[in-house]
């Protein structure tokens, strides 16, 4: 497959000022010496990025390296931004750029539980053009996968980073190779060699040297380079604190260019002979060598015969050229809406199966508590005969209901958490709509969950003796499976409505505590102060509870002993009086039922799909 060859420019006249709201009231920040009430990250940046050249984005801890990346790929989320930047001389239009670009993340994000050849035949399934059959799209991943020399791990598990699976230079390479399958024009790596022994940092620099030339474009930000690493780069745009350029252009041979140029400079020290030039280069730009030499770094620049240079590129590749047109897709996403649902769906059901201690601890679990309160209420269904028998079973069925619930809520939590942190690096990349997303996460769920509801129907009902008619099986298999689902899609709209993991669990344990009180057994509805019942009716599970226990006794017509009644009483007529069930009432119950699993289902896409906590 061929990559159109894509150029960047971007000019300090409209280009360069990107600003950030102070996080401190403003008499704070000026008493620290910032006189706006808001900090300019980036300020006059100017510069071109060329096909087939690799560009290192160079400076000091909190220069704006990242910052700068983070506005030219188009991923920054907080600020302001001003400026324009260019594509082969037309304006960049964002939707567009996503479709021919590549961002490489510093952190290496990654769904743990898939192979290294399932995450890149997903990545190219939603990212190549739906013209590319999948013989062509399965090709293209094996040459990328020789490219950055993974194809010998195609089927090792990626893992979660520092824990299991791929390594940190491992990570970094399918992090590379993920980008690559989109066949992109522009790659940005964001410290690609960054935590790597000079073994890996060796390896993922060759694999972006490979990448360079096939023609890209690429653009990396490096933090303390090595030599032999700094060296392998062509171009390189010094960055100092405050978001201003000090450098951009040609290294050289043995970065003699760039040697030659601050040594230029009065005062500037000479380079010792096999002393790291990036080293160097820091050293003497940095802020107590400027003024120690009482000069602006920048303002050198921006007088010197590189800075003229570079505005000419600038104005060359600014100039659109004859016969060309600016690129356009005729829809956002590169697949359309179904078959984005279907590689989502395709990725979350091999990544639940090969995920064993979720599922399998799940259904564990099921059997366990199944199992055990199955024979603690042995044959109770068969031999009602008083009140505290109805008791019993409705203890029996609160007890499946809460704490297999609660176990289920609690478990779906760090899943669907760990899930979303991907999901922000694949949105921000194009990949795919929020919504089918959304539709894929809840439908794996809901395929495990109704399973869960079934099994534990299939161990506890015949164990617990509940009449075995059809209507009355269906219903509770439908109760438990349906109260299984929407608990279930209540932690994943927990996760995708709150900023973190922790905060989530701190709303689910507050809720579990609620759903308790008002679930229907420690209180009945009837005995519910008035004011609070209304809870009762928003509280899903006693609406399950109501619905077993109406189902299977609603229409009993059995005689109960009871306390002070010699007569004996109905059981339909004592669930109605006494606890609120009513059999002719389950039919809302059911609708009840499925209220609720849409509700959430619909806050979980509606939290994937409008907020957004990782900030940039």
Same mark, same amino acid.
């Given at each position: 497959?061929?990559?159109?060859?894509?150029?960047?420019?971007?000019?300090?006249?409209?280009?360069?000022?990107?600003?950030?709201?102070?996080?401190?009231?403003?008499?704070?920040?000026?008493?620290?010496?910032?006189?706006?009430?808001?900090?300019?990250?980036?300020?006059?940046?100017?510069?071109?990025?060329?096909?087939?050249?690799?560009?290192?984005?160079?400076?000091?801890?909190?220069?704006?390296?990242?910052?700068?990346?983070?506005?030219?790929?188009?991923?920054?989320?907080?600020?302001?931004?001003?400026?324009?930047?260019?594509?082969?001389?037309?304006?960049?239009?964002?939707?567009?750029?996503?479709?021919?670009?590549?961002?490489?993340?510093?952190?290496?994000?990654?769904?743990?539980?898939?192979?290294?050849?399932?995450?890149?035949?997903?990545?190219?399934?939603?990212?190549?053009?739906?013209?590319?059959?999948?013989?062509?799209?399965?090709?293209?991943?094996?040459?990328?996968?020789?490219?950055?020399?993974?194809?010998?791990?195609?089927?090792?598990?990626?893992?979660?980073?520092?824990?299991?699976?791929?390594?940190?230079?491992?990570?970094?390479?399918?992090?590379?190779?993920?980008?690559?399958?989109?066949?992109?024009?522009?790659?940005?790596?964001?410290?690609?060699?960054?935590?790597?022994?000079?073994?890996?940092?060796?390896?993922?620099?060759?694999?972006?040297?490979?990448?360079?030339?096939?023609?890209?474009?690429?653009?990396?930000?490096?933090?303390?380079?090595?030599?032999?690493?700094?060296?392998?780069?062509?171009?390189?745009?010094?960055?100092?604190?405050?978001?201003?350029?000090?450098?951009?252009?040609?290294?050289?041979?043995?970065?003699?260019?760039?040697?030659?140029?601050?040594?230029?400079?009065?005062?500037?020290?000479?380079?010792?002979?096999?002393?790291?030039?990036?080293?160097?280069?820091?050293?003497?730009?940095?802020?107590?060598?400027?003024?120690?030499?009482?000069?602006?770094?920048?303002?050198?620049?921006?007088?010197?015969?590189?800075?003229?240079?570079?505005?000419?590129?600038?104005?060359?590749?600014?100039?659109?050229?004859?016969?060309?047109?600016?690129?356009?897709?005729?829809?956002?996403?590169?697949?359309?809406?179904?078959?984005?649902?279907?590689?989502?769906?395709?990725?979350?059901?091999?990544?639940?199966?090969?995920?064993?201690?979720?599922?399998?601890?799940?259904?564990?679990?099921?059997?366990?508590?199944?199992?055990?309160?199955?024979?603690?209420?042995?044959?109770?269904?068969?031999?009602?005969?008083?009140?505290?028998?109805?008791?019993?079973?409705?203890?029996?069925?609160?007890?499946?209901?809460?704490?297999?619930?609660?176990?289920?809520?609690?478990?779906?939590?760090?899943?669907?958490?760990?899930?979303?942190?991907?999901?922000?690096?694949?949105?921000?990349?194009?990949?795919?709509?929020?919504?089918?997303?959304?539709?894929?996460?809840?439908?794996?769920?809901?395929?495990?969950?109704?399973?869960?509801?079934?099994? =534990?129907?299939?161990? /506890?009902? $015949?164990? *617990?003796?509940?009449?075995?008619? &059809?209507?009355? %099986? +269906?219903? @509770?298999?439908? #109760?438990?499976?349906?109260?299984?689902?929407?608990?279930?899609?209540?932690?994943?709209?927990?996760?995708?409505?709150?900023?973190?993991?922790?905060?989530?669990?701190?709303?689910?344990?507050?809720?579990?505590?609620?759903?308790?009180?008002?679930?229907?057994?420690?209180?009945?509805?009837?005995?519910?102060?008035?004011?609070?019942?209304?809870?009762?009716?928003?509280?899903?599970?006693?609406?399950?509870?109501?619905?077993?226990?109406?189902?299977?006794?609603?229409?009993?017509?059995?005689?109960?002993?009871?306390?002070?009644?010699?007569?004996?009483?109905?059981?339909?007529?004592?669930?109605?009086?006494?606890?609120? =069930?009513?059999?002719? /009432?389950? $039919?809302? *119950?059911?609708?009840?039922?499925? &209220?609720?699993? %849409? +509700?959430? @289902?619909?806050? #979980?896409?509606?939290?994937?799909?409008?907020?957004?906590?990782?900030?940039?």
């Amino acid at each position: 497959m061929r990559t159109r060859r894509e150029n960047i420019g971007f000019s300090p006249q409209k280009l360069g000022k990107v600003h950030m709201m102070g996080m401190l009231l403003e008499h704070e920040m000026k008493s620290r010496g910032f006189m706006e009430s808001r900090l300019q990250l980036l300020s006059d940046i100017c510069g071109a990025f060329r096909p087939g050249v690799l560009t290192a984005l160079v400076g000091v801890s909190g220069a704006g390296k990242t910052t700068l990346m983070d506005v030219l790929a188009g991923r920054k989320t907080s600020g302001t931004i001003e400026g324009d930047i260019r594509l082969s001389g037309y304006p960049k239009i964002q939707e567009t750029f996503a479709r021919i670009s590549g961002y490489c993340e510093q952190t290496d994000i990654h769904s743990p539980n898939v192979t290294v050849y399932e995450s890149l035949i997903y990545s190219a399934w939603l990212r190549l053009s739906p013209e590319v059959n999948e013989n062509t799209r399965k090709a293209f991943v094996e040459q990328v996968m020789a490219l950055v020399e993974l194809d010998v791990m195609r089927d090792a598990m990626v893992g979660l980073h520092g824990v299991s699976g791929l390594s940190t230079e491992q990570r970094k390479r399918l992090t590379i190779a993920v980008e690559l399958v989109s066949n992109p024009s522009i790659i940005f790596m964001d410290e690609p060699t960054s935590g790597l022994d000079a073994r890996a940092a060796a390896i993922v620099m060759r694999t972006v040297q490979n990448t360079v030339n096939t023609g890209r474009t690429v653009v990396c930000t490096i933090h303390q380079p090595s030599i032999d690493i700094f060296e392998s780069f062509d171009e390189l745009l010094l960055m100092k604190r405050g978001g201003r350029v000090t450098y951009a252009g040609k290294l050289g041979r043995h970065s003699n260019i760039l040697v030659k140029y601050f040594e230029a400079i009065p005062g500037v020290p000479k380079i010792e002979e096999g002393y790291n030039p990036a080293t160097w280069m820091l050293e003497v730009t940095s802020p107590l060598a400027e003024a120690r030499l009482n000069v602006d770094f920048a303002e050198i620049y921006a007088n010197s015969a590189f800075y003229r240079n570079n505005q000419v590129l600038i104005k060359e590749m600014s100039v659109q050229q004859p016969g060309s047109q600016d690129m356009s897709f005729p829809i956002k996403y590169s697949q359309n809406f179904p078959n984005q649902c279907m590689a989502n769906a395709w990725k979350q059901f091999r990544s639940y199966w090969k995920f064993p201690p979720y599922n399998a601890m799940r259904y564990l679990m099921t059997v366990l508590y199944a199992v055990l309160f199955g024979t603690v209420f042995w044959g109770k269904g068969k031999n009602v005969e008083s009140v505290q028998d109805i008791y019993s079973l409705l203890g029996a069925i609160y007890a499946a209901v809460f704490f297999l619930g609660a176990s289920t809520v609690f478990s779906v939590l760090p899943v669907v958490s760990t899930e979303r942190t991907v999901f922000y690096r694949e949105k921000a990349a194009g990949m795919y709509s929020p919504l089918s997303y959304a539709f894929a996460q809840a439908l794996v769920e809901f395929v495990y969950s109704a399973a869960q509801g079934v099994l =534990y129907t299939v161990l /506890f009902y $015949g164990m *617990v003796g509940f009449e075995w008619k &059809a209507d009355k %099986l +269906l219903y @509770f298999t439908f #109760f438990l499976a349906a109260c299984f689902v929407y608990i279930t899609l209540y932690g994943m709209m927990l996760i995708a409505c709150t900023p973190s993991y922790l905060l989530a669990t701190v709303l689910v344990s507050f809720t579990i505590m609620q759903w308790n009180i008002f679930a229907g057994f420690l209180i009945s509805r009837p005995m519910i102060p008035v004011w609070w019942r209304w809870f009762y009716w928003a509280d899903p599970v006693s609406w399950t509870i109501y619905g077993v226990i109406a189902s299977q006794f609603g229409d009993d017509d059995r005689i109960l002993t009871a306390p002070g009644q010699t007569g004996g009483v109905v059981v339909k007529d004592f669930l109605n009086d006494k606890l609120g =069930y009513r059999h002719d /009432f389950l $039919g809302y *119950v059911v609708l009840g039922h499925f &209220a609720f699993i %849409l +509700l959430f @289902f619909f806050l #979980f896409a509606y939290g994937i799909k409008k907020l957004n906590f990782q900030k940039r």
